[in-house]
């Protein structure tokens, strides 16, 4: 079994999207808050020569950032040939908005994406949003992501290389 770190903040939301991937592979890991510890944010830098986050240990292994594909390499499992009635492209707004409407009618319903928020997880304000006079971005897919996984959707953090 490796050894795994994650380097973090507390409010980076690829370094929750990090933890969530591991802990849905069942992959034990160490979380250091570099927001808050800063002898852990010089060690940080001096292993990956990078000041964000996350950044991932895997035994000797430096992964700077939320990378899917090199996180899947080493602890993904196999995607079954299980058959979905929609797979949706993309966790931005549209996308889990998507997800939602197709749950509610019984669709059985998998996303793929590399994140969940899409670019609506970057705005620090988005004013044009109903029933939220001022929200940021991530406070919004937060909302998102949450009531999604409320429902019988499957999330794969995964890269879409082609479809068939």
Wanted: charged share 25%; hydrophobic share 40%.
């Amino acid at each position: 079994m490796s050894t795994v770190t994650v380097y973090s903040t507390r409010n980076c939301p690829y370094c929750r999207m990090a933890k969530v991937f591991l802990d849905k592979q069942g992959v034990r890991y160490t979380n250091i808050d570099v927001g808050v510890d800063a002898v852990a944010a010089e060690k940080m830098i001096a292993l990956s020569g990078q000041r964000g986050v996350p950044v991932i240990m895997v035994d000797d292994e430096v992964i700077v950032g939320f990378d899917s594909k090199r996180l899947n390499e080493l602890f993904g499992t196999h995607v079954s040939s299980e058959t979905y009635d929609v797979v949706i492209v993309g966790a931005g707004p549209a996308g889990l908005t998507a997800a939602v409407y197709c749950a509610r009618k019984l669709l059985k319903t998998l996303v793929v994406s590399e994140s969940i928020g899409g670019q609506a997880l970057e705005s620090w304000a988005i004013e044009n949003y109903m029933g939220y006079r001022m929200i940021t971005g991530e406070d919004l897919m937060k909302k998102f992501e949450e009531q999604v996984r409320t429902l019988d959707v499957r999330l794969e953090l995964d890269r879409v290389s082609s479809i068939t």
